[in-house]
Each structure stands twice: as structure tokens, then as C-alpha cells.
């Protein structure tokens, strides 16, 4: 019932950029906060970002900040993270996750979510 698919992967050029979206099928984010995540290989997975369900708390992982901004389209149904400046770090799948939630807040620990998509790849190579 509640899927939630990621695109915008791909191979880029350090210093390029990615937009990512997640798109929710089978219910409506309007009550979800959603978060994004990676994991390179080898790591554990990390959240690099999360928003809350109405937008108005946004949170960032510190070697992200002023790098990523996530956003949401709610009459679309999807959340972005558009990826700018890109470096070698950034190279992992990056998976979305949500949450219902009454209260306008996200965390970045993976706990604090119930649902997650299967992921996009990310590449950074020169």
C-alpha cells in the first residue's frame, strides 16, 4: 500500500549537481515527514536531511549543510533533495523515508522512521 520510490541517481562530474525525488504512492505525504538517507559501501547508513509534514522544520547532516536542500511538493505528492556541489563523499544509494506524524518535526535517526524506499544510486567519478 505505502510505497515511496526514489529517482534522480546518476553519475556526476565532482562539483556537479543532482536533483533526487521521492515519490509516494497509496497514501498522502501531507501527514508525513520525510527524511533522506545514504550509505556508501562498507558504511552504516547516515541522514543527510529531513523534512518536516507542513515544511516549516527542515534539519541537515553537518557535512551536507549548505550543500543539499530538501523541499516537498505536496499536490505532487513527492519530496526532493537537490544536491549541489558534489564530492567523493557523496557517493552512495540514497534511500527516502517517512513517517506519519501530528507533531512539525523530522530527526535524522533512522529509527524515528516506519516506511523507506528502495534507493538511488549515486556516482561521483571524474
Known amino acids: 500500500q505505502l510505497q515511496l520510490v526514489e529517482s534522480g541517481g546518476g553519475l556526476v562530474q565532482p562539483g556537479g549537481s543532482l536533483r533526487l525525488s521521492c515519490a509516494a504512492s497509496?497514501?498522502?505525504?501531507?501527514?508525513?515527514?520525510i527524511g533522506w538517507f545514504r550509505q556508501a559501501p562498507g558504511k552504516e547508513r547516515e541522514g543527510v536531511s529531513c523534512i518536516s509534514r507542513n515544511g516549516g522544520t527542515t534539519n541537515y547532516a553537518d557535512s551536507v549543510k549548505g550543500r543539499f536542500t530538501i523541499s516537498r511538493d505536496n499536490a505532487k505528492n513527492t519530496v526532493y533533495l537537490q544536491i549541489d556541489s558534489l564530492n567523493s563523499e557523496d557517493r552512495a544509494v540514497y534511500y527516502c523515508?517517512?513517517?506519519?506524524?501530528?507533531?512539525?518535526?523530522?530527526?535524522?535517526?533512522?529509527?524515528?522512521?516506519?516506511?523507506w524506499g528502495q534507493g538511488t544510486q549515486v556516482t561521483v567519478s571524474s
Open positions: 523515508a517517512a513517517t506519519r506524524q501530528v507533531l512539525n518535526i523530522c530527526q535524522l535517526s533512522t529509527t524515528f522512521w516506519n516506511y
Open positions: 497509496g497514501f498522502s505525504l501531507d501527514y508525513y515527514a
